[in-house]
């Protein structure tokens, strides 16, 4: 049966299923990079996680704040931790 691209190209069911094989290879053809899995970096370089504890009150108060600034509790933590170290010395 086979399907019609947006660009006009014409895929037939034998054409989507090579496709598809080299996809869950890790492959994508027509390109010289690997299918990296997983969510995309945020950052230049490698994350790691911190955690601590917390009271209640304080959680919520800290993703108000974040939800204020339309930001994710953890996006609004790191720019509290990125500026105090921009203005310690």
């Known amino acids: ?11 037939t069911d034998e054409m989507m299923e090579q496709i ?7 492959e994508w053809p027509g390109t010289e990079s ?3 899995r ?3 970096r945020l950052f230049g370089e490698r994350l790691q996680s911190v955690t601590f504890k917390a009271p209640a009150r304080k959680v ?5 704040k974040a939800a204020n600034l339309d ?13 105090d170290l921009a203005t310690t010395t």
Do not use: C
């Open 1 to 11: 049966m086979g399907v019609k691209t947006e660009n006009g190209i014409d895929l």
């Open 38 to 40: 997983g969510r995309p």
């Open 34 to 36: 690997r299918i990296v």
């Open 20 to 26: 598809a094989r080299a996809f869950e290879r890790g």
């Open 60 to 64: 919520a108060a800290l993703d108000q």
């Open 71 to 83: 930001m994710s509790r953890s996006d609004y933590l790191r720019h509290l931790v990125d500026s």
